[in-house]
Each structure stands twice: as structure tokens, then as C-alpha cells.
């Protein structure tokens, strides 16, 4: 009877497969969408034959039609570098696709869940970044697109709620890593993974003394699922990530000492606009979602490594 259906948008990507997965594990169906933009279908092959889970290849900046009790949104380019691919369609993605799904929240009446971004932040200039912390964006600048797509969509996720009584629930994920990140993602970790298993240079973009906070997989989906159960006027946003921080040099340094690598580090042109630092303030999360993170780096890039190890076949 409380047997629940689930969209997941985004699904065949990487926090979208693991998100799957344990909704399946719950009991739910699930109805994953995705247009296998920077989505792999070896991320849920495994599901494919389950029983409650259907797939569906669709791109979001269309609309769509479905009868579910949840939508969790993530259907959107994470890298950097894939999302800069095609800005225009990132944008259309964030924001004519935030529409397409919150038009089937409002219909139906459920719970719609943003995968939003510590990149609203930009390059703050407050540090840890609190969430009433407005931001310091570039309008006009190659992250762009991600970001002011990831604050309109907010702004949308918002105004569905104030305006059409949407159930709206925006965490603002920061730096998740895990198995499943495709190794050509171009994301810090996975490059420096795949780079020192493979005996590669180590690209460090600028000095690496720029800082990220990396949350493992797991620990994101809990906060996920934990963010989707809260009442309906428990809207966020909420800031999700581990406040670990690190720099991009101790990062390399890290998976180079674990790997046994022989790579060596060099060094490129740090890309416009990039973050100087970066580390959540997650107390709303522990006072609404009774959350913290569990797993440290060092675990996260154990597991890490060795999925990269298993599917480069090193
Ligand atoms: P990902 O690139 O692995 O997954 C995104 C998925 O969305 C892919 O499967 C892709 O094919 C799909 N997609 C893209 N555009 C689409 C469209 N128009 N229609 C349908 N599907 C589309 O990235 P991820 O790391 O799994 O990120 C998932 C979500 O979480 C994204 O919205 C991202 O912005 C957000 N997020 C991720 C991180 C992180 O560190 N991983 C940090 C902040 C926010
Ligand atoms: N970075 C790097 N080398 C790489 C990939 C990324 O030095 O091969 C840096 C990047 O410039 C940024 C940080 O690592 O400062 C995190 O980059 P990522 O693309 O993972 O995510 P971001 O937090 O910038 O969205």
C-alpha cells in the first residue's frame, strides 16, 4: 500500500544510479529519466532487469508526463567541462527543465527535490559558505551557465512554492565523488584517480592551493533521501557536503601515495572564474536532517580507487 513511484531525473548519471539503487533497495518504483548526456547505461544496467525500475531516455528541457509521488531533479551536466560543452543547453537544462518537472510537482501535488550547488556561491567570499550567504557570481563568465542556471532554477523552485503551494526542497550539493564518476568526467578526482593508475601526469590547474570539501557518494544519498522525507514547508535551501577541506596539491599528493603512483605532478593555466576555496557550513543540515557526513576522505578514496581499478582494468 505505501509503496511509492519515484522520478528520478538524471538517473543514468553518477549521484543519479546510486540515488536509484537505494530507492529500489527502500521498495519503490522507480522511473528514471535521463538523456545520457554525461549519463552511462552501464551506471544501472544492473537495474535494468529489476522488476520496479523503468527507464526512460528523455531530455528534460521537454515536457514530460507521468503519474509519480517524488521527483528528485538532477538531470544536468556536474563537470565542468561538460557542462561548458553545450552552456546554452546547460541553462536550458537548468531552467526550462526546472519548469518541466516542477509543472508535474504542481499537478500532482508531490515533493520535488533540487540537486542545487555550492556553485550558487561562486567564488565566495565568505568562508565556510553559510546558506544565507548570497554569493559571488560572474553573470557573464564561462561557469555561467551552471551557475546562474543553478540560482535561476532556485529562484524557480522558490516561486513554485510561494505561487503554486509546491513542496519544494533545494540542498545545495558540494563536491561528491564516488564509484560511477565516468573517467573522462574531468572532475578533480576521477582525473587524478585516472591519471595516477595509468601512470599520467597529474594535471593540477593553478598552484593547487585552491581548496574543494569532497563527500563521499553514500553519505550524499542518505542526505538526499533524509531531505525528501522532511514536511512539506521544509523547504531549504540546504547546504550537503563534507567539511573536510582540502587542497587540489593534497588531494594529488593523497591518491599518489595511495595509488603507489609514479605519476608526476605538472601544472596548467587554472580555468576562469574557478573557486579559490570552497567548504560547506552544514548545521542546518545536522539540525534539520540529524545528518553529518560519516565517511573520510581517505575511506571514500579507497572505494574510489578501486572501482577505477576494476573498470580500467589496471
Ligand atoms: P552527472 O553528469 O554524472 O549526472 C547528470 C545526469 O543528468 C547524467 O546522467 C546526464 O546524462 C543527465 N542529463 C543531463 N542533461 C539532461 C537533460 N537535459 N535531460 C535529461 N537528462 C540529462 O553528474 P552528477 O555528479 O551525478 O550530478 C547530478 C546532479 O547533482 C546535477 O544536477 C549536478 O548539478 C548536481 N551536483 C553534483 C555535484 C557533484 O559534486 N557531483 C555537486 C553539486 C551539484
Ligand atoms: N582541477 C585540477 N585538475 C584537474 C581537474 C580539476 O587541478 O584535472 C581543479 C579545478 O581547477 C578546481 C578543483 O580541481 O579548482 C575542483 O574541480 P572540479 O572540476 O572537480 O569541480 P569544481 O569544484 O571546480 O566544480
Same mark, same amino acid.
Given at each position: 500500500m505505501n509503496k511509492k513511484t519515484i522520478l528520478v531525473t538524471g538517473g543514468g548519471g553518477f549521484i543519479g544510479s546510486h540515488l536509484c539503487e537505494r530507492l529500489l533497495k527502500e521498495g519503490n518504483d522507480v522511473i528514471c529519466v535521463d538523456n545520457f548526456f554525461t549519463g552511462s547505461k552501464n551506471n544501472i544496467r544492473h537495474l535494468?532487469?529489476? &522488476?520496479?525500475f523503468e527507464l526512460i531516455r528523455h531530455d528534460i528541457t521537454f515536457p514530460l508526463f507521468l503519474e509519480v509521488n517524488a521527483l528528485y531533479n538532477?538531470?544536468?551536466?556536474?563537470s565542468p567541462v561538460h557542462y561548458q560543452h553545450n552552456p546554452i543547453h546547460t541553462t536550458k537544462t537548468n531552467v526550462i527543465g526546472a519548469i518541466n518537472m516542477l509543472g508535474i510537482a504542481k499537478r500532482l501535488k508531490i515533493p520535488i527535490l533540487q540537486a542545487s550547488t555550492s556553485e550558487v556561491y561562486g567564488d565566495p567570499k565568505q568562508h565556510p559558505q553559510t546558506e544565507e550567504y548570497w554569493g559571488n557570481v560572474n &553573470?557573464?563568465?564561462?561557469r555561467s551557465c551552471y551557475d546562474e542556471g543553478k540560482r535561476c532554477a532556485e529562484t524557480l523552485f522558490f516561486d513554485y512554492h510561494r505561487q503554486g503551494g509546491v513542496a519544494s526542497k533545494v540542498v545545495r550539493i558540494f563536491n561528491t565523488y564516488g564509484p560511477r564518476m565516468l573517467p573522462n568526467d574531468g572532475r578533480v578526482v576521477s582525473n587524478f584517480i585516472v591519471q595516477a593508475l595509468k601512470g599520467e601526469d597529474i594535471t593540477i590547474y593553478g598552484d593547487g592551493s585552491q581548496s574543494r570539501s569532497f563527500c563521499y557518494i553514500d553519505d550524499l544519498v542518505e542526505a538526499l533521501i533524509r531531505m525528501m522525507g522532511t514536511p512539506a514547508e521544509i523547504t531549504g535551501p540546504v547546504n550537503l557536503g563534507n567539511p573536510e577541506e582540502f587542497t587540489v596539491m593534497e588531494l594529488a599528493e593523497k591518491i599518489i601515495k595511495m595509488t603507489s603512483s609514479k605519476s608526476k605532478i605538472v601544472f596548467h593555466p587554472l580555468p576562469q572564474d574557478d573557486p579559490i576555496k570552497r567548504k560547506p557550513d552544514i548545521s542546518k543540515a545536522k539540525k534539520i536532517l540529524k545528518w553529518q557526513p560519516l565517511i573520510p576522505l581517505d575511506e571514500g578514496l579507497v572505494k574510489t580507487i578501486q572501482y577505477f581499478k576494476k573498470i580500467l582494468n589496471v
Amino acid at each position: 500500500m505505501n509503496k511509492k513511484t519515484i522520478l528520478v531525473t538524471g538517473g543514468g548519471g553518477f549521484i543519479g544510479s546510486h540515488l536509484c539503487e537505494r530507492l529500489l533497495k527502500e521498495g519503490n518504483d522507480v522511473i528514471c529519466v535521463d538523456n545520457f548526456f554525461t549519463g552511462s547505461k552501464n551506471n544501472i544496467r544492473h537495474l535494468l532487469s529489476h &522488476p520496479d525500475f523503468e527507464l526512460i531516455r528523455h531530455d528534460i528541457t521537454f515536457p514530460l508526463f507521468l503519474e509519480v509521488n517524488a521527483l528528485y531533479n538532477l538531470a544536468c551536466p556536474a563537470s565542468p567541462v561538460h557542462y561548458q560543452h553545450n552552456p546554452i543547453h546547460t541553462t536550458k537544462t537548468n531552467v526550462i527543465g526546472a519548469i518541466n518537472m516542477l509543472g508535474i510537482a504542481k499537478r500532482l501535488k508531490i515533493p520535488i527535490l533540487q540537486a542545487s550547488t555550492s556553485e550558487v556561491y561562486g567564488d565566495p567570499k565568505q568562508h565556510p559558505q553559510t546558506e544565507e550567504y548570497w554569493g559571488n557570481v560572474n &553573470p557573464i563568465g564561462i561557469r555561467s551557465c551552471y551557475d546562474e542556471g543553478k540560482r535561476c532554477a532556485e529562484t524557480l523552485f522558490f516561486d513554485y512554492h510561494r505561487q503554486g503551494g509546491v513542496a519544494s526542497k533545494v540542498v545545495r550539493i558540494f563536491n561528491t565523488y564516488g564509484p560511477r564518476m565516468l573517467p573522462n568526467d574531468g572532475r578533480v578526482v576521477s582525473n587524478f584517480i585516472v591519471q595516477a593508475l595509468k601512470g599520467e601526469d597529474i594535471t593540477i590547474y593553478g598552484d593547487g592551493s585552491q581548496s574543494r570539501s569532497f563527500c563521499y557518494i553514500d553519505d550524499l544519498v542518505e542526505a538526499l533521501i533524509r531531505m525528501m522525507g522532511t514536511p512539506a514547508e521544509i523547504t531549504g535551501p540546504v547546504n550537503l557536503g563534507n567539511p573536510e577541506e582540502f587542497t587540489v596539491m593534497e588531494l594529488a599528493e593523497k591518491i599518489i601515495k595511495m595509488t603507489s603512483s609514479k605519476s608526476k605532478i605538472v601544472f596548467h593555466p587554472l580555468p576562469q572564474d574557478d573557486p579559490i576555496k570552497r567548504k560547506p557550513d552544514i548545521s542546518k543540515a545536522k539540525k534539520i536532517l540529524k545528518w553529518q557526513p560519516l565517511i573520510p576522505l581517505d575511506e571514500g578514496l579507497v572505494k574510489t580507487i578501486q572501482y577505477f581499478k576494476k573498470i580500467l582494468n589496471v
